[in-house]
């Protein structure tokens, strides 16, 4: 089944922990993107990676890391997380970026920073 | 400041009748649209596009018209039916660029 996961689902820390978010595709797509979700904001996308090794910032990057270091993978890193980073996270790909209506979007994950 | 915006947060509509969503856009550049919709705990799955070459598209029961003129887009559901409530986001693709742009949604509520 073609589908984007996203780990963990849920996920409550603290102030200044580092973490990781994980994304994985199996449709061996190029494009990879994570967006963060906020009421009365929408999603706004965070960063996103045209294929291996290129990635770029969206419009709210600061605070994030991301990497691409082979296809299927694009983790979403918080060096040091802050409570203004509590969100909805989706992480989304698509064969291509010119393929955007064809973009797969991952179940989400909801994070809480205290 | 905003590329992409979705004016009216919610939508209330009786089962049957038409739901219209609308979308306007402020940058020219903009060569693609589409439109998502979002169920609570869900990730949002793609329902509609359209190209900035075409003023309709129709899928089933979904039809998007563009008016490039006005920047405007708008999203049409008949009939509209209870499993139709959900948020719906309006997105703009400025090809040339990696950024897909989302309005802020519209919250539709189909009442049976």
């Known amino acids: 089944e073609a589908q984007v996961t996203q780990n963990p689902r849920y996920l409550i820390t603290v102030t200044g922990k580092k973490l990781t978010v994980t994304c994985s595709q199996n449709?061996?797509?190029?494009?990879m993107s994570w967006y963060r979700q906020d009421p009365g904001l929408g999603l706004r996308q965070i960063y996103y990676?045209?294929?291996?090794?290129?990635?770029d910032k969206g419009d709210v990057p600061e605070g994030y890391k991301v990497s691409r270091k082979e296809k299927r993978n694009f983790p979403l890193i918080l060096e040091s997380p802050s409570p203004n980073q509590t969100s909805l996270y989706f992480c989304?790909?698509?064969?291509?970026?010119?393929?955007?209506?064809?973009?797969?979007f991952g179940p989400g994950t909801r994070l809480t920073v205290l | 400041d905003q590329q992409v915006k979705q004016n009216s947060p919610s939508l209330s509509v009786q089962e049957g009748r038409i739901s219209i969503l609308n979308c306007d856009y402020t940058?020219?550049?903009?060569?693609?649209f589409l439109w998502y919709k979002k169920y609570p705990a869900e990730g949002p799955t793609f329902l509609i596009s359209?190209?900035?070459?075409?003023d309709k598209n129709e899928d089933g029961r979904f039809t998007v018209f563009l008016n490039k003129s006005a920047k405007h887009l708008s999203l049409h559901i008949v009939p509209s039916q209870p499993g139709d409530s959900a948020v719906y986001f309006c997105?703009?693709?400025?090809?040339?660029?990696?950024?897909?742009?989302f309005g802020k949604g519209t919250k539709l509520s189909v009442k049976p």
């Open positions: 989304a790909s698509s064969l291509s970026l010119a393929e955007a209506d064809t973009q797969y």
């Open positions: 449709m061996n797509h190029e494009y």
């Open positions: 990676s045209m294929n291996v090794e290129v990635t």
């Open positions: 940058n020219s550049m903009f060569d693609y």
């Open positions: 359209i190209s900035s070459i075409k």
């Open positions: 997105a703009a693709f400025p090809g040339s660029q990696g950024n897909l742009i």
